[in-house]
């Protein structure tokens, strides 16, 4: 009979060790998911982000005239392509001017998108490692792309 009792507080230790280890344990385990998809989601954001980089870059006006006048940029245009990709982001674009062109005289310009979007946490406890935000359900992730903007040659 001794040895019985022995036996089953042992038993007992097993499942107070267990108890204490699974939290850490499975917050381990859902942080390394958690990673895995707000990269996957921080690759669709850039993704996004260089498309309509790229729409803007291959919709605006440059015009090659005397004077060198700043190219337009379809702002617009680029806001619906980057809404049909991606549902809840914030977006920005500006032209930014770069390095001059020595053949042409004229300064070159850049579009500049920026991407933000509000990811949620969807596994439990992770937020209080991973997120960025005051109520630590979400992440806040940004997304920024440079595309050069194709101006014809004026001589």
Known sequence: MKGKTARSARGGQVLIE???MLPVFLLLVFTVMETGHLA??????????Y???????????????PGCPPPVVNAGKMKTVGLSILKGITMSAITEQTLTDPQEGCPNFDVVVTMMQRVPMIFPM??????????????????????????????
């Not at 498309?51 to 005239?65: C, K, M, N, P, Q």
């Not at 490692?129 to 979400?138: A, E, V, W």
């Open 40 to 49: 996957f989601r921080t690759i669709l954001l850039h993704h996004a982000a």
């Open 18 to 20: 267990v108890l204490l």
């Open 51 to 65: 498309e309509v980089a790229r729409i803007g870059s291959l919709s605006a006006t440059a015009i090659a005239a």
């Open 126 to 155: 992770t937020g209080l490692i991973l997120s960025n935000t005051k109520d630590r359900r979400y992440r806040l992730l940004k997304a920024q792309v440079r595309m050069p903007i194709e101006r014809p040659l004026f001589k």
